[in-house]
């Protein structure tokens, strides 16, 4: 089987590298693999890292560029110019351990359904010093949410995780491509496997399939990821109101009390690392964003 790996990036050459550095080390055949580069508009230096990287590269790696549109409208620009079979996802600040595209393969060979899609592991590179607000993200469902996972074998769309998940070019080519109205990196790749799950869509889990997300974590970051998420879930909620029941618990419940309910509940530890009122200030935009855009009569 070959598998084309679809990386979208935006003005992130430092960890693009990495990124391309460890898909170097593969120990699948580098004749039954390629990388696609999507660069979504950059100013800085990612073109020329690229095209450096290809001259020294012992795999297929490929360049296109488009106008500033988001990663959505740049991983489907990816897709319509794979040659593999299979369409792996994942980011720019996504390091991959060396058997990553052949534990992705050997779920696929296992499961030749073209509805069949395969999700890989991502956690904090080893080297890290890990928080416990960085844990809470990695697994409680805010960032990551692995350890939720309740059946490998049929894991809910919401786990559709584009730093790390394979699906079969056709099917997508078939039955829908990304929605390019996220201008984010936040819910794009959910609400894209929302509707393929109507088309059939079965994801299994695989562990073994593992990558790490490099990328630095603080209060700021975590509040301006937030705004994002909020604005994104309008969107995602405004194109399917069929799920607004699925979430009208945020409209009837007292906003005050379900923030407090999130943050009373999380560690005490990270408190220390990211003040209760930042993560009030954070949760309450993304919820009142929801509330205000999906539920306005």
């Known amino acids: ?33 390629e990388i696609i580069v999507i660069d979504d508009g950059s100013v800085d230096e990612t073109e020329s890292l690229v095209r450096m990287k290809i001259n020294e590269a012992d795999v297929e790696l490929r360049y296109l560029k488009q106008q500033n549109r988001g990663p959505a409208a740049a991983r489907n620009l990816g897709i ?24 992705h393969i050997r779920y696929h060979k296992q ?59 056709e099917f997508l080519l ?30 299994v889990y695989n562990k073994d399939a593992l990558a790490y997300h490099k990328h630095r974590i603080d209060k700021k970051i975590f509040i301006k990821r937030s705004k994002i998420v909020g604005r994104s879930m309008a969107i995602f909620h405004l194109k399917h109101p069929e799920l607004k029941e699925e979430y009208k618990v945020f409209a009837k419940l007292n906003l005050t009390a379900v923030i407090k309910k999130i943050i009373w509940n999380l560690p005490y530890s990270i408190e220390k690392i990211i003040p209760k009122k930042y993560l009030f200030a954070s949760y309450s935009y993304m919820i009142t964003n929801y509330i205000k855009q999906s539920y306005s009569e």
């Open 80 to 103: 319509k110019n794979a040659k593999g079979e299979i369409i792996l996802f994942i980011g720019d600040d996504i390091i991959s351990s060396p058997i990553l595209l052949e534990e």
């Open 174 to 203: 078939k039955h829908g491509l990304f929605d390019e109205d996220f201008p984010y990196a936040a819910l794009e790749d959910i609400e894209l496997a929302y509707r393929l799950k109507d088309k059939g869509l079965r994801i």
């Open 1 to 33: 089987m070959r598998i084309s790996v679809i990386i979208p990036t935006y003005n992130r050459k430092g960890i693009l590298a990495e990124c391309l550095s460890s898909l170097f080390k593969q120990s699948y055949s580098k004749n039954n693999f």
């Open 111 to 169: 499961c030749l359904d073209e509805k069949v899609a395969v999700l890989g592991y991502v956690t904090w590179p080893p080297e890290t010093a890990i928080t416990p607000f960085m844990e809470w993200l990695d697994e409680s469902g805010a960032q990551f949410g692995y350890r939720l996972i309740k059946d490998p074998e049929n894991v809910l769309y919401r786990f559709f995780y584009t730093s790390n998940v394979s699906v079969k070019r």
